[in-house]
């Protein structure tokens, strides 16, 4: 799950069908799939939307 977790958010031209693969071997449904695929897109949307707009960390992160 957090090999595909990294290679989405770094190299999401890479994925293959072989990643998905990957994970229904190791028991993972694809609604599990979907999930993990979501919240790692998602978390990477977010940052990018930050970064882009300039935002900072509040003092006591």
């Known amino acids: 799950m957090l090999s595909y977790a990294e290679k989405l958010t770094g190299a999401p031209g890479e994925m293959r069908e072989s990643d998905v693969e990957a994970l229904r071997d190791v028991g993972f449904s694809d609604r599990d799939i979907h999930d993990i695929c979501a919240v790692a897109a998602y978390f990477a ?13 509040e003092t006591w992160i």
Request: glycine share 16%.
């Open 45 to 57: 949307y977010v940052n990018r939307i930050a970064r882009g707009l300039g935002v900072q960390l």
